[in-house]
């Protein structure tokens, strides 16, 4: 297996984690294209089913690979290395992605490099879309920051701006809500994170309860950017240290909307603005007021959130207002980099083959695997 390489890394990168078929191409670390492919078989069941998920993967994994090269302009003998979501997910979804990277990196004989899914969530804030790196290689006020040190030296626009090490990151997703203290790409420490249910999942169940399609995530925050969230009173967990809690949450809102209903059966659809905003206020003001805790006790100043729920308008708003409030640099990845994809597989493939940390062809996919 050849494991150096004298010019760029050209990472071709998957991720089929849940219900995302991504393939993501990379040069250092630019992403030249990043290609999702997503399941609309789940929407009539409420939620992913992992058998389904699997067939789907299998179905869309060459086409995505095929369009990944083709958009980035890549041939498949110029790849350095192969990159992928080794852990956590579904473990079907899991194994067609980790089989066809292991495949392919043995029959080019480059190396392999398995990534951790949330660690990927975190580097996305490190990703420079090709679009940025043209704009900056052609500006006179282009970054000057390093690949050990990536950090927002005169970018030649917000874009292309990243966090500088140490830096926090909340990650919110649908299974996972963690507070990380980041020291280098990686060398990560997890300083909080949910006791019970996860910040997205708490959206998703809510929009259940409300009676909306899935993904009822994204459908919380449209009908909450035309409501009013101090309507609806919802309690916050008393939580100690930087842990969260969002099952009492979720609790509280199931007996709201019982009792309500049972009082009007139309309560829902006439107060669905403000029953949305009420809900994802609170979830967002639990979130935010453990993350400025946790910028309060470390020092940190560069703050970071990555992950699916991280594309929610309301979260991203008030994060921002959180850091102009505070005197913290505030760091969002662009909308493509919040939900699965594999550019962030890319950039965390990339500081791992820097560092030599290759994967052998006998790794295996896990489900639940730690940092």
């Known amino acids: 297996m050849r494991t150096t390489s004298s010019g760029p890394v050209t990472l071709l990168a998957i991720e089929s984690s849940c219900d995302e078929t991504s393939c993501a191409i990379s040069r ?67 194994l067609v992605g980790s089989q066809f990277a292991k495949s392919l990196a043995q029959a080019l004989d480059i190396p392999l490099l398995s990534v951790h899914h949330m660690q990927a969530h975190v580097l996305a804030n490190l990703i420079v879309p090709a679009s940025a790196a043209r704009s900056a290689a052609s500006s006179p006020v282009a970054s000057t920051s390093t690949a ?5 030296a005169s970018p030649a626009s917000r874009e292309a701006a990243r966090p500088s090490f140490p830096f926090l990151c909340l ?21 909080g994170e949910t006791l019970d249910d996860a910040a997205g999942e708490a959206f998703d169940k809510s929009a259940k309860l409300l009676g909306l399609p899935y993904p009822g995530g994204p459908l919380i925050d449209k009908y909450a950017r035309e409501g009013d969230a101090g309507r609806f009173p ?14 009492g949450l979720k609790t509280a809102i199931l007996y709201f909307l019982q009792e309500n209903v049972a009082k009007d059966a139309g309560f829902v659809a006439a107060n669905l603005p403000d029953i949305c905003a009420s809900i994802q206020g609170r979830i967002i003001s ?19 959130i990555a992950g699916g729920v991280s594309a929610n ?59």
């Open 171 to 191: 990650t919110v997703s649908g299974g996972h809500t963690q507070i990380v203290l980041c020291h280098s790409p990686l060398k990560m420490e997890v300083i």
């Open 286 to 304: 639990i979130l935010l007021n453990k993350y400025r805790k946790a910028a309060r006790e470390t020092g940190v100043t560069d703050l970071c």
């Open 313 to 371: 308008s309301g979260l991203r708003k008030a994060f921002g207002e959180m850091g102009r409030n505070n005197g913290w640099n505030t760091f969002i990845p662009p909308f493509e980099y919040c939900t699965d994809n594999a550019a962030m597989i890319a950039i965390t493939g990339y500081y791992k083959y820097l560092a030599g940390e290759f994967a052998p062809l006998s790794v295996s996919a896990s489900a639940r695997a730690e940092w």
């Open 148 to 152: 050990a040190s990536p950090g927002p």
């Open 28 to 94: 250092d670390e630019v992403i030249l294209s990043n290609i999702i492919a997503g399941q609309a078989v789940h929407e009539q069941y409420g939620g992913v089913v992992p058998e389904l998920a699997s067939r789907a993967h299998m179905q869309n994994i060459v086409p995505v690979v095929d369009a990944a090269l083709k958009k980035a302009g890549v041939s498949i003998s110029e790849l350095t290395a192969i990159a992928f979501t080794q852990s956590p997910g579904l473990i079907g979804s899991l």
């Open 234 to 247: 919802f309690p916050e967990p008393q939580i100690p240290g930087l842990n969260f809690s969002f099952s």
